[in-house]
Nanobody, 128 residues
């Protein structure tokens, strides 16, 4: 049974930073392509970043490019999303997801429907 658990969310002021973690049990994350998604209240989920299982070239949505960084730590069996210079519009629940169909992220990311496993989410709130 693959289980993903996100952590690291919180409440920060604009301009602040957080490091979101995605840890796994029942699976070795280096064999999966991992995506980070977020959902704000009343909005559709948005894919913000992705890192492939074989090609680690990351994908970032235009809304987070230059501020977010995705990385892997295979020794910890974890994937991280460093989120810097946070803005109020970054507020939402952040989810990590894992899939094995694609080994790399395209320039447009990977649609949510391709992901097989999802975590429960971690809340990020950005306000002054």
């Amino acid at each position: 049974q693959v289980r993903l658990v996100e952590s690291g969310g919180g409440s920060v002021q604009p301009g602040g930073s957080l490091r979101l973690s995605c840890a796994a049990s029942g699976a070795t994350l280096e064999h999966f392509t991992i995506g980070w998604f977020r959902q704000a209240p009343g909005k559709e989920p948005e894919g913000v970043s992705c890192i492939g299982s074989s090609d680690h070239s990351p994908y970032y949505s235009d809304s987070v490019k230059g501020r977010f960084t995705i990385s892997r730590d295979n020794a910890q069996n974890a994937v991280y999303l460093q989120v810097n210079n946070l803005k109020p519009e970054d507020t939402g629940v952040y989810y990590c997801a894992a899939e094995t169909y694609y080994s790399r992220c395209s320039e447009d990311g990977i649609p949510a429907t391709f992901y097989d496993y999802w975590g429960q989410g971690t809340q990020v709130t950005v306000s002054s």
